[in-house]
């Protein structure tokens, strides 16, 4: 399990998560890129529903934060790899308040380029 910001370019940073993803779930683990919701590329999904992608086929218990939330006691999928593109690192404390404890239980956080 990792939180792994990766720096540089957006584009790049964004086509370097990917192949990441790609590479965790063929592998059997879970992963997600971590996105500013409605930022307005048609990808970014609310927080709750990119939490959800790390869960083992379940939703998040209710419509929001609150008692019984917590990371801890969540069904996630196996070694799961939490990727953040550069400019998303905000994202973090945000579903950190919608789910305490998620980044002591998917931490460290790291951080690194792409490579040229």
Do not use: C, Y
């Amino acid at each position: 399990m990792a939180i792994l910001i990766i720096d540089g370019p957006h584009g790049e940073a964004i086509e370097f998560a990917q192949t990441l993803r790609a590479a965790r779930i063929a592998k059997g683990g879970g992963a997600l890129i971590v996105l500013k919701p409605g930022a307005g590329k048609g990808h970014e999904h609310a927080l709750p529903h990119q939490v959800e992608k790390l869960l083992a086929g379940e939703t998040l218990p209710g419509p929001g934060p609150g008692p019984g939330i917590e990371a801890e006691g969540l069904p996630w999928k196996p070694n799961p790899l939490v990727l953040v593109p550069a400019g998303n690192e905000a994202v973090l404390a945000d579903i950190e308040a919608l789910v305490p404890g998620f980044t002591a239980k998917f931490g460290p956080v790291s951080r690194m380029a792409p490579l040229p």
